[in-house]
């Protein structure tokens, strides 16, 4: 196959990270939408991207998008895209489906119809009338929006933010994707301090030392696509030997995981661990409250309590009147704070200098941005001017 068309599906909000990647991958014929990043490349994107996008959550073949307006366009357009050219003969074939605001409302009948025209199209290449699906899956979804449908084969299998060290769970865990989209838009660069004061099970630190290290995401783990045949394995090699031809384990990292219970720190040195970068991240056990640091322009970078539950709101409040307090005495640090609290600006004692809508799950939240100054440029030894 030559050139194809793949999506990098998206959490709401965090489609520019999403594409920032993607063109870092050096993939430039990029299309951003709502909850989705197009772009064409070759067979071998499929590997590289599941692979490196640190902040997508799934890699899709795109296999066609159309207007339907009846089951019969649905069924006769589905059957003219060229499935045979995925789908191997014994091919295990579920399809999934979502509709939005679209005529064909039904999820369950689009399935179907979905399924069927697929048969319909595998017969006239293998010419069989039935198959038994006891080979590699290829998870296909219709997914309808206004009348357009869009037909997707999944390459990723578990989500991406499944990278493989997060074996424990504490009480409301971020997930690795939005952790890594954290870091990517507060610009922090590996040079630079960052604390993470409300680690819990290590998250947002272990993603910073992942990207530091320039290590590839999906490294441990293994994706649907690498079963099927029509996908060499010596792409999926080369791809995992690039990964970590370009990982830099000598770089010095200065990264910090705080939190006050001692039990989600044994959590987050576990899964540091099994990421393969405990070395590079210093556990501590501290309250807010404690936080000093003696370098300058450092970074927080952080998800704290967010008090949903009425019984933990005070507490919650109080403790970002703290946040403020402490914060404060870090005056050339920049401070990054996720939270669904419509108060925290107030509370915190600060009107943030940029804030931009994210999702935590189901949970609609801000991520404020507070800008420090930026670190002033060393001078250049005599000796390297030019006489």
């Not at 870091?183 to 630079?192: F, G, T």
């Amino acid at each position: 196959m030559a050139e194809i068309e793949l999506i990098a599906t998206a959490t709401f909000g965090l489609e520019a990270v999403v594409a920032r990647e993607v063109r870092a991958l050096g993939y430039d014929d990029v299309k951003v939408e709502n909850a989705r990043v197009t772009f064409k490349a070759d067979t071998r994107a499929i590997c590289r991207a599941n692979l490196w996008l640190r902040s997508a959550d799934r890699v899709l073949v795109k296999m066609g998008e159309f207007p339907a307006y009846s089951f019969a366009e649905l069924f006769e357009k589905t059957k003219a895209l060229p499935w045979p050219d995925w789908l191997p003969e014994k091919a295990s074939f579920p399809v999934e489906g979502k509709s939005i605001r679209s005529k064909l409302f039904s999820v369950p009948d689009c399935q179907a119809i979905v399924k069927k025209a697929i048969v319909e199209s595998m017969k006239k290449k293998y010419r069989r009338q039935w198959f038994e699906e006891t080979g590699p899956r290829y998870t296909i979804e219709v997914a309808l929006l206004k009348d357009m449908a869009t037909l997707t084969i999944d390459t990723s299998g578990p989500g991406l933010h499944k990278r493989g060290y997060r074996k424990l769970s504490g009480a409301a865990p971020l997930k690795e994707t939005l952790a890594a989209a954290m870091i990517q838009l507060s610009r922090w660069q590996p040079d630079r301090v960052l604390i993470d004061p409300f680690c819990g099970s290590g998250t947002i630190p272990i993603e910073a030392a992942l990207i530091g290290l320039n290590l590839a995401p999906g490294l441990q783990r293994e994706f649907a696509a690498e079963k099927w045949p029509n996908i060499s394995s010596k792409l999926w090699q080369e791809a995992r030997q690039e990964a970590r031809d370009l990982a830099r384990r000598d770089q010095t990292l200065q990264i910090r995981g705080t939190d006050i219970d001692h039990r989600v720190l044994g959590m987050a040195r576990y899964h540091g661990r099994l990421a393969g970068v405990d070395k590079y991240i210093h556990w501590q056990q501290q309250p807010v409250s404690e936080l000093r640091a003696r370098q300058k322009y450092g970074y927080i970078i952080c998800n704290p309590p967010y008090g949903e539950r009425l019984e933990d709101r005070a507490a919650v409040e109080n403790l970002y009147r703290e946040m403020g307090r402490v914060f404060g005495n870090l005056d050339t640090w920049s401070f990054y704070v996720l939270t669904s609290h419509p108060r925290f600006e107030k509370l915190f004692g600060r009107r943030a200098d940029k804030n931009r809508k994210l999702y935590n799950g189901r949970i609609q939240c801000y991520y404020y941005q507070f800008f420090g100054p930026r670190p002033p440029r060393q001078k250049r030894n005599s000796n390297d001017s030019s006489s």
